[in-house]
């Protein structure tokens, strides 16, 4: 049975996000990947940065000569972690079939909710819609679909930003043949140059006359390999991430090192509130935290308590780490907090002889809805609002006054 499959691609995912979450990077050329003067390189770079001839791998000393109004922003990965996880969130609204191929992209089998292309193009216009209402206008994603995983990954690639292509079952080796042997996965730059020394071969049309017998001779089980891809053929399965993690953290570096009571206790209740977050859309609860802290020096301690019943509620994480946070700044000023959950169980509703704690409770699958829906900026104590930690999907993050 033909299959559809599709792959989804963020467009310039690291630099889209930190457009997202800060609307004064909209429209500007900025790359993410480290300070000027620093010995980085490019990780990503904009639309804008691109149209200027800034690309991923260069040195950022490089990219700021290639586009000298370029703006450099650091990375941040816990950000771009939550971004994505919404990302697989929505995906799995439409099939369990996921599979996660990295931070940015996926693999979906919708064979068993479509009935032909039309009705695929139609699921993709949707997730592509709640990827827009959800994440926000600056991440956009491009589309692939086709009959199997190789194709649907080529197919992306073909439309950038923002498009879809769809390879129809029986067009396979024609549309591979469009394309560079360069453009197929798996088929790198020392196997271009093999090819071409060998048999002169410099197209994939050309790649299509050679003998599976001759590539095996060649290459052996590898050999296979090309023989089937540059005919656009893969039986490779989407195989859905199943595994539960073995821990669950977020952590923010502050704007600048502190020992101000009020601003480390509002920086740790929003990572113990986004940690816990992530941890029910797991479906799971934990009874061990750890929190770290890293001072200005570099230096950093960490610490680990248990609790005697696992939990989901990032209240309770935060009141049991808060005072030995604050033991710690006593001795030095902070650069870095995080928080880790370990030990995880199934979750389940825990009632409490308290009934502010169970109103709390039977709140959180509310608020849950909501995070899901509209960003985790949606629904969280208003303590935390002015947090440098803060990180939002959907706006810049506050600068605090020391």
């Known amino acids: 049975m033909t299959q559809t499959i599709l792959h989804i691609d963020f467009n310039s995912f690291f630099a889209s996000a930190e457009q997202q979450a800060n609307p004064f ?10 300070k000027p003067g620093e010995r980085t390189i490019v990780s990503t770079a904009s ?35 939550e971004v994505s996880e ?33 009705d695929a193009l139609a699921i993709v216009l949707r997730i592509r819609n709640d990827i827009r209402r959800e994440l926000g206008q600056c991440l956009t994603v491009s589309v692939g679909i086709a ?31 469009k394309q560079s042997l360069g453009a197929i996965p798996g088929i790198g730059n020392s196997i271009l140059r093999h090819l071409e020394e060998r048999w002169g071969i410099q197209t994939t049309v050309d790649a299509q006359r050679i003998s ?3 590539l095996v001779s060649e290459f052996h089980s590898y050999g296979n390999f090309i023989f089937n891809a540059v005919r656009g053929i893969d039986t490779s399965p989407v195989s859905p ?26 920086t740790l209740l929003l990572l113990s509130e986004m940690t816990a977050f992530r941890l029910r859309r797991h479906n799971l609860s934990a009874r061990r935290i750890t929190l770290t802290v890293r001072f200005g020096d570099l230096s950093f301690v960490s610490k680990q308590f248990t609790l005697t019943s696992p939990t989901t509620d990032g209240l309770i994480f935060f009141e049991t780490a808060l005072s030995h946070l604050l033991i710690i700044a006593d001795s030095s000023p902070i650069r870095l907090i995080g928080i880790s959950l370990h030990d995880f169980a199934p979750n389940s509703i825990q009632l409490s002889t308290d009934k502010k704690t169970n109103r709390r409770t039977a709140l959180l699958p509310f608020a849950d809805r909501l995070r899901s829906r509209f960003g985790s900026r949606i629904f969280r104590p208003a303590s935390v609002i002015l947090s440098p930690a803060t990180r939002a999907i959907g706006g810049f993050r506050a600068q605090i006054p020391r």
Request: charged share 20%.
């Open 25 to 34: 990077l909209r429209g500007k050329a900025i790359a993410v990947g480290g």
């Open 47 to 81: 639309r804008e940065a691109k149209a200027r001839g800034v690309k991923t791998g260069i040195s950022t000393a490089e990219a700021m000569r290639i586009c000298p109004e370029l703006i450099l922003v650091p990375g941040n990965a816990d950000y771009y972690s």
């Open 86 to 118: 919404h990302f697989v969130s929505i995906l799995k609204r439409y099939t369990e079939a996921v599979e996660i191929f990295s931070i940015d992209e996926a693999f979906m089998n919708i064979t068993d909710i479509t009935h032909d292309t039309l």
């Open 147 to 177: 009959p199997n995983k190789l194709l649907a990954k080529m197919a992306s690639e073909c439309e950038k930003p923002n498009g879809i292509t769809i390879v129809n079952s029986g067009e396979e080796a024609s549309f591979v043949a």
């Open 212 to 214: 599976v017998s001759e």
């Open 241 to 266: 991430n199943i595994n539960d993690p073995k821990s669950i953290g977020h952590s923010t570096t502050l704007p600048f090192d502190t020992t101000n009571n009020a601003l480390l206790r509002s």
